[in-house]
């Protein structure tokens, strides 16, 4: 199975920081990845798919960008609703796999 | 608008059983592949199982972890997407989320959740 390795776990920022997050994949994955952000006790919301491409309603301070084995999430001004998790999702190979995710917190 | 909702979650016995039901409605069901994923308690994702439409074959994939254990179906008569559990264990314990694959290679809409908690 194809390991995702999300970096860091947990991070602390202030509005308006730009924020950054990394998913190594274990092999080559193409541009097959996927960001997602979760709030406690909501499901998940679709970011960012095939590696960079902004899901329909995201603001446009979220970016993605990589392809291979590494990949980036980028909040370019981080604002208060942004305070959640973030996961990384590839969908090369089954089984499809999910990074541990990143905690961004309030600073 | 997409709706996806869970239902058959609950408490059940180690060995046991349950089918969780998902009903969608608002998009042509037959058309998506459609998948679970579960959330154990105070932890990160992880898939669990997709089934591909019809125009794929209705073939299905498992995570390992419940390959043998878990059935994944659907009846697009129906609009619904199924999860039978057997032989559960204390790990299976996690909300679990019907979702839907946009066919962009993406999980795009997905259901708030059934919790299923595997305990004496």
């Known amino acids: 199975a194809i390991q995702l390795t999300q970096s860091p776990s947990s991070l602390s920022a202030s509005v308006g920081d730009r924020v950054t997050i990394t998913c190594r994949a274990s092999q080559d994955i193409s541009t097959f990845l996927v960001w997602y952000q979760q709030k406690p006790g909501i499901p998940p919301k679709l970011l960012i798919y095939h590696a960079s491409t902004l899901e329909g309603g995201v603001p446009s301070r979220f970016s993605g960008s990589g392809s291979g084995t590494d990949f980036t999430l980028t909040i370019s001004s981080l604002q208060p609703e942004d305070y959640a998790t973030y996961y990384c999702?590839?969908?090369?190979?089954?089984?499809?796999?999910f990074g541990g995710g990143t905690r961004v917190e309030i600073k | 608008e997409v709706q996806l909702v869970e239902s058959g979650g609950g408490l059940v016995q180690p060995g046991g059983s349950l089918r969780l039901s998902c009903a969608a409605s608002g998009f042509t069901f037959s058309d998506h592949r459609m998948d679970w994923v579960r959330q154990a308690p105070g932890k990160g994702l992880e898939w669990v199982a997709r089934v591909r439409n019809k125009v794929n074959g209705y073939t299905i994939e498992y995570a390992a972890a419940v390959k043998g254990r878990f059935t994944i179906s659907r009846d697009d008569s129906r609009n619904s997407l199924y999860l039978q559990m057997n032989s559960l264990n204390t790990e299976d314990t996690a909300v679990y989320y019907c979702?839907?694959?946009?066919?962009?290679?993406?999980?795009?809409?997905w259901g708030q959740g059934t919790q299923v908690t595997v305990s004496s």
């Open positions: 979702v839907r694959d946009s066919s962009n290679w993406a999980l795009d809409y």
């Open positions: 999702q590839q969908f090369k190979s089954y089984p499809l796999t």
